[in-house]
């Protein structure tokens, strides 16, 4: 797997740090955090499509809530999944397909509506408002 490319020049020193050295937003610090918005959510760095809005869920599981959740990606193949074994943990690091980039993680989750927990640093999604 390509090293992450940076294509957008504004991106800022958070959002570089979560995007290509895997770092996390503090919780709650997103505006994105249990959004009604209606549209996509992009990736900051490429504008790649990820998330649709209709995929965004509430979710109150501790250790997970706090950062924007979602149950399913928009397009297959929008995202790569790779084993993630850092911090004396078994996880499934979620990263843009288009760019390289961290996006976060993708957890088990009987609350959500596929089953899957896509728990995603809000910081490197910028939000395409529905027409």
């Not at 997970?64 to 928009?74: D, H, I, K, T």
């Amino acid at each position: 797997m390509a090293e992450p490319t940076a294509k957008n020049p504004a991106l800022t020193d958070q959002q570089k740090d979560i995007l290509f050295n895997k770092c996390t937003e503090a919780p709650f610090s997103s505006d994105f955090v249990d959004s009604d918005k209606k549209g996509m959510y992009t990736c900051a760095n490429c504008g790649a499509e990820l998330f649709a809005s209709d995929s965004m869920y509430h979710s109150d599981t501790p250790g997970l809530a706090g950062w924007p959740s979602f149950s399913e990606v928009a397009e297959s193949g929008s995202v790569q999944f790779v084993p993630d074994n850092s911090l004396g943990m078994s996880r499934t690091e979620v990263i843009c397909s288009n760019c390289g980039g961290h996006l976060g993680h993708v957890f088990d989750e009987s609350i959500s509506p596929s089953g899957k927990h896509f728990c995603i640093n809000g910081c490197v999604l910028d939000f395409k408002p529905k027409k």
